[in-house]
């Protein structure tokens, strides 16, 4: 086992050896694609032709700036057990309907569908002089879309579950797995897909009783039904919300595994411009690690900030044009306000308002992340910046509440939540010869925050699967309204001037129409 590096700051910056500082490989080449590919159809189909000519340019220039970079390596050892396991996992999800799909899904279904019975970019109406637009979280279904209107609306389930599979397969390829010895495999494998906070007991310390089946458990912090508190299992992110999280665990996973290597730079200016049109929070939630990261370059001099010039445009410019897309009627988003200053429908006074809060704060925070923290602090020779990183980001967000459902505190902490799975799992398998008592400590909180991944797994495989309908648009499911966190206003001059004219999204009768048309042409 490593030592622990002698000074406060080295300590802060020290990496995973070799697992932090590996060299870019045909993995991570992959990895790149998976979240590039989103980008480039993006730009092909919803940009002018001259801009996607331009956008789609300047992104294989800036890769072939770095290409020289990549090693053409390929570790390949165990790939039939990972990817059993990615179908597996990627199986349970709601987006291929094999399993009962949890309720966002009707939401979710209905967005696909848009994207594939209409024209691209979609409008959902022309109000004013401008169009109401789709622009957020877009980008996972883009290839899924394009790929149904080649195949047909029938293929979206299979269409959702292979490239749901292929973004697991490559979040697990990229993880600092053991390689030799097949039950060390199995054993990290198992710690991440049940990675998740000691949600069953911080519901019985909270409120006296086991959580209901099938509710969800993490919603236990959540005292006044509003949300507040709720960091999800891994297992419980995939089942939910794959669009969001797989392309923030690949971001979080190449991170880690690359973030020590003196090419790190350069292949982050290939991986944030993907970023922003797959998820608006993957950058806000891996941003403190990337400044944690800058840092640490700058702690070498110059050199090691030094950039290929193509790489840095395409980051800011084409990085920038979807950051600006996200940002669209951004403010019709319900504000940003502090959680403390929400007042829970409790009886009593201010006082003891407050007081409910702080202990709800502090039962939540020790719960999910802080007791499990602290004893990893005590066992990793490495990667303690990281984690007290990590620590910082999940014990603030609850203090802010962004969104319908506290997306902010749900997605922007996926990051930290993935790399507090990898540091576990790391520090478990390196300790069970020298620290044993601690890493069976930490195995038994991990067995306690696995009746939630449990609890998941469990509803979607005993529960009614039903079927999808893409006839639905989306607009239905939000009972004719337009959500601000789906549709912005496009009255960006830039903006309108980049992107093609957009095409209203069919209606139901429609789809229909056009379903019939091609049974008649088959």
Not at 15 to 25: L, M
Not at 202 to 227: N, Q, T, V
Not at 387 to 403: D, E, Q, R, S, T
Not at 495 to 520: F, H, K, Y
Request: glycine share 8%.
């Amino acid at each position: 086992m490593a030592a622990i590096p002698d000074t406060t700051v080295e300590q802060l910056f020290a990496g995973d050896g070799e697992h932090s500082s590996r060299p870019p490989d045909g993995i991570t080449v992959l990895a790149l694609a998976y979240l590039g590919l989103p980008l480039l159809i993006f730009l092909a189909t919803w940009l002018k032709p001259i801009y996607a000519i331009a956008g789609i340019g300047l992104m294989l220039l800036a890769a072939a700036s770095v290409a020289g970079r990549f090693r053409p390596d390929w570790p390949t050892r165990h790939l039939a057990v990972l990817a059993l396991v990615a179908l597996a996992w990627a199986a349970m999800g709601g987006g291929s309907h094999f399993v009962y799909a949890n309720l966002d899904w009707h939401v979710r279904d209905a967005v696909l569908g848009d994207l594939t019975f209409s024209d691209w970019p979609p409008s959902y109406g022309f109000r004013d002089g401008h169009h109401d637009l789709l622009r957020s979280a877009i980008g996972f279904f883009l290839p899924v879309a394009a790929a149904a209107k080649l195949l047909g609306p029938q293929a979206l389930p299979w269409l959702m579950f292979a490239w749901t599979g292929i973004g697991t397969l490559l979040f697990l390829l990229l993880l600092p797995l053991p390689r030799k010895g097949l039950t060390r495999l199995l054993a990290g494998i198992a710690i991440i897909v049940a990675f998740s906070g000691m949600d069953v007991l911080g519901a019985f310390l909270l409120h006296g009783h086991y959580p209901i089946f099938p509710l969800r458990i993490e919603w236990w912090g959540d005292f006044d039904f509003r949300a507040l508190f709720s960091y999800s299992s891994l297992t419980g992110q995939l089942i939910w919300a794959p669009n969001h999280v797989l392309p923030i665990w690949i971001a979080t996973a190449l991170f880690y595994r690359h973030w020590k290597h003196p090419d790190f730079l350069p292949l982050l200016c290939l991986l944030l411009p993907t970023l922003p049109l797959l998820t608006p929070f993957a950058l806000p939630g891996l941003a403190p690690f990337l400044v944690l990261a800058l840092a640490d370059r700058a702690r070498s001099g110059s050199e090691g900030l030094k950039l290929p010039i193509p790489a840095v445009l395409a980051a800011i410019l084409v990085g920038g044009l979807t950051i600006r897309l996200q940002l669209l009627d951004v403010g019709s988003i319900p504000l940003l306000q502090s959680s403390a200053t929400v007042s829970p429908d409790l009886r009593g006074g201010g006082g003891g308002q407050s007081l409910a809060f702080v202990k709800n704060y502090l039962a939540f925070i020790l719960m999910e992340f802080a007791i499990l923290g602290m004893v990893l602090l005590t066992v990793l020779r490495h990667s303690r910046g990281l984690l007290i990183v990590a620590m910082c980001v999940l014990a603030l967000l609850p203090l802010v509440k962004l969104g319908p459902s506290n997306d902010l505190l749900l997605r922007v902490a996926t990051p930290s939540l993935v790399l507090m799975a990898i540091l576990c799992q790391r520090a478990v398998l390196d300790a069970w010869t020298l620290a044993r008592p601690r890493a069976i400590l930490i195995v038994l909180m991990l067995l306690i925050g696995a009746h939630t991944p449990f609890n998941e797994l469990w509803r979607a495989a005993t529960w009614q699967a039903w079927r999808p309908d893409y006839t639905r648009p989306f607009v239905e499911t939000q009972n004719g309204g337009l959500p601000p966190h789906y549709i912005g206003r496009l009255r960006d001059p830039l903006l309108t001037e980049l992107l093609r004219p957009p095409s209203p999204v069919p209606n139901r009768q429609q789809r229909v129409d056009i379903l019939a048309g091609q049974g008649r042409n088959d």
